[in-house]
């Protein structure tokens, strides 16, 4: 399985990135990793961060299949939207060479001390804790169990902070 | 060999489920951002431009695949 990160800036976000999957036999599939800053962060960790680290050095991550933003929109692209199969093995290779990788890359050039993720059902938070506690120490990132134990955001402080 | 797990054990290998508060919480934040992101697609037909490749050939973490 070939995956390529690359950056792939908007006027309305500099910091978006496009995940390209590839299994072969014509099994691809691409995804927009969002990252968002700001003040609208503030409500959501401001019992844990300071009001400025939170509105200027912390960033919220979510990813979205966008072959299905097409589709939502009514936008015609020539592809068909492709059911991936992923097996546990290749699932765990495109968050780590993947969705990491471009974790790492924006907290390079951003300096980000705070990466989070707010993930909306109990299986993808379950893989998100086992991913956190596998990896996170590898790149001397802090996994906060304690904020995913108390108010389920899952927070990396980064190597920046 | 059987291995009795503790409670503390069992508390730190599998984490809290979200409550149905949390749940709706982190489901509206991600529908707000796709929402967004889907406006952006049908405003301007792209998301983005294609930027530089970040991928290399060593990236900082490989996945170790062996089950742990």
Redesign the interface.
Known sequence: MD????????D??PF???VEVDKGNGLRADY?V?F?GGTGLVPYLDCYYTEAELTEHTL?V?F?D?QA??D????QKFEQLTDMHYTT?EL??F???GI???I??VVERTGATIVFS?????SL??YY?RLLK??AT??NYVYREDI??E??FYVLETDKR | MYLKLTKDKLTRQSPRPLSAQEISRNQSIHEALRAELTAELKQKGTLGREGRLITTSSPRLKARLVRT
């Open positions: 995956i390529k990160v690359r950056e792939y800036p908007a309305t976000n978006r990135y496009l927009i969002e968002k919220m979510d979205f966008l933003l097409y939502i929109c009514g936008v093995d765990e290779k968050f780590i060479e990491a990788e471009a790492f890359d707010a993930p909306f059902k109990d938070a379950r804790h596998k990896y590898d790149v995913r134990e108010v389920n």
